[in-house]
């Protein structure tokens, strides 16, 4: 059965803006949908291979917030990512463009079966949310996603702690600011303090009014460097709780990246 476009977001390069606008015949949130275009598809074959190669303890899923960290295509952003998660055996299945929908359209899909992670990290939900304020019907649309996401993630890694960030902040149109505050309220409550853990860094990245710190971004979406950092130090007390101290060596897949890139070499 074909896709209907409308179910697809934008994406340019792997890279995402913000997801077409949400019409009558699009899938919901909360139903798993897939990428047509033919990047996106190579793209989860080598996630597909990346889940084959075992060895992952440390699982991050989402879109290209997510991906960018641990991508061969951002190297500097990588070695970022190195740097943090190096002993934890972490392993990065983001995908740049993606709604909640398509990132469930790749989890059941096979990108997450027989991994077995000990920790999941999810972050997802920006390209849901996009540049325009949403109503009532819109934030129960992507709570309901962000809990199908969950609710995959533990029946997939049943023995998995699922670690569930809060919708990061975006200044490209700051009036979405209460829109992601209102998910983030509902999501919270999705935490059941063992199984679940909600995590919630946007005060380091962002001022009481959702306004980003100097240097926290490249273009008001996607996190800098310093904003990666920030991430990683808000993880850190939970890593080191669930998994130990990072261990000397380290067992993860190599990092893939964008097929449509020039070089995708580390």
Request: hydrophobic letters at 40%; charged letters at 20%; glycine letters at 10%.
């Amino acid at each position: 059965m074909k896709t209907p476009l409308a179910t697809l977001c934008l994406c340019l390069g792997g890279l995402a803006i913000a997801p077409i606008g949400r019409s009558d015949n699009r899938a919901p949130a909360f139903l798993a949908a897939p990428r047509t275009d033919g990047n996106s598809q190579i793209a989860h074959e080598r996630l597909l291979e990346k889940a084959r190669h075992g060895g992952i303890d440390l699982y991050f899923v989402g879109d290209s917030i997510t991906r960018r960290w641990g991508a061969t295509d951002y190297p500097e952003f990588l070695a970022n990512w190195r740097r943090n998660f190096f002993g934890w055996n972490a392993a990065d299945f983001g995908w740049g463009g993606d709604c909640i929908e398509n990132i469930l359209w790749r989890l059941k899909n096979g990108e997450l079966d027989g991994v077995n992670p000990k920790v999941i990290v999810i972050l997802a939900g920006t390209n849901n949310v996009g540049r325009a304020p949403g109503d009532d019907a819109k934030v129960d649309e992507i709570t309901r996603g962000i809990r199908a996401l969950v609710d995959l993630c533990r029946q997939k890694a049943p023995s998995a702690t699922v670690v569930l960030m809060a919708i990061f902040p975006r200044n490209d149109n700051p009036a979405v600011i209460p829109t992601i505050n209102r998910i983030n309220q509902n999501i919270s409550r999705f935490a059941d303090g063992s199984s679940v853990r909600f995590l919630n860094i946007n005060g380091r990245l962002a001022d009481k009014d959702g306004v980003l710190f100097e240097g926290m971004t490249l273009d008001k979406l996607h996190p800098s460097e310093k904003g990666y950092q920030a991430w990683a130090e808000g993880l850190r007390p939970l890593l080191i709780e669930l998994l130990g101290p990072p261990a000397p060596v380290d067992h993860a897949p190599p990092p893939t990246g964008d097929p449509s890139a020039k070089s995708t070499s580390a």
